[in-house]
């Protein structure tokens, strides 16, 4: 069965300090590890998909990493209005368009 | 582009009552997904479809929820009878299932409360 486990469950950060979220997966066939950000009272909103170990994304002040076994979400210089909670999800299995998501990371950027 | 449309945005029964939930994919996304999220357990798939035929519904917890998408952009997630224990937020998302792997894009959700 596909697992996913995010640190910390919360994380409160002073506008401007840079810090990272981790999501540890166990998985068999990784076919894609997808980053959301959930605003309270919306739907995930979707921010970035991986494929394989040592790919990375960015935007903004968003950067996604990717090894083996677990994914970083890096936040650089975060503003208040990055404040939201951080879904990471994966889909695996060939064919298969599941996707098993972790319970999320809610931050908060203190100005 | 209208997004994923969920409706009604929030719905509140007693228990024993028939509930149903309805969505609208984004145009041309040709698979469907069902989910609920809850404080305890998070976001939990329930269904989907792909080209309006269910593909996996081991999420579904059990006889009292159905799920049908009679067209391509129209779906309903029906509970029969509602329990309190039901009481979650119900996403609707769509996927366009390119070759590959397909980002899904979420709704707004609908807040069901059961008394």
């Known amino acids: 069965e596909d697992q996913v486990t995010q640190s910390p469950e919360a994380l409160r950060l002073q506008e401007g300090e840079s810090s990272s979220l981790n999501c540890s997966y166990t998985?068999?066939?990784?076919?894609?590890l997808f980053w959301y950000r959930q605003d309270p009272g919306k739907g995930p909103e979707f921010l970035f998909t991986l494929y394989s170990a040592g790919e990375e994304k960015e935007k903004e002040r968003l950067k996604a990493t990717l090894t083996k076994k677990e994914s970083f979400l890096h936040i650089t210089a975060p503003k208040p209005e990055d404040s939201a909670t951080y879904l990471c999800a994966v889909q695996a299995g060939f064919g298969n368009e599941k996707l098993t998501f972790g319970t999320g990371t809610r931050l908060t950027i203190i100005p | 582009d209208a997004g994923v449309i969920q409706s009604p945005r929030h719905e509140v029964t007693e228990m024993g009552q028939e509930v149903t939930l309805r969505c609208k994919p984004i145009?041309?996304?040709?698979?469907l997904f069902w989910y609920r999220q809850t404080m305890m357990r998070g976001l939990e798939l329930l269904i989907y479809?792909?080209?309006?035929?269910?593909?996996?519904d081991s999420g579904m917890p059990e006889d009292r929820f159905s799920a049908k998408m009679p067209n391509a952009s129209f779906s309903t997630l029906k509970i029969q009878p509602s329990e309190p224990r039901d009481s979650a937020v119900y996403f609707c998302?769509?996927?366009?299932?390119?070759?590959?792997?397909?980002?899904?894009?979420f709704g707004p959700g609908t807040r069901l409360t059961v008394l």
């Open positions: 145009s041309g996304h040709n698979s």
């Open positions: 998985v068999s066939g990784l076919r894609g």
């Open positions: 479809f792909n080209n309006n035929v269910p593909i996996d």
């Open positions: 998302a769509s996927s366009p299932r390119l070759a590959g792997v397909n980002e899904q894009f």
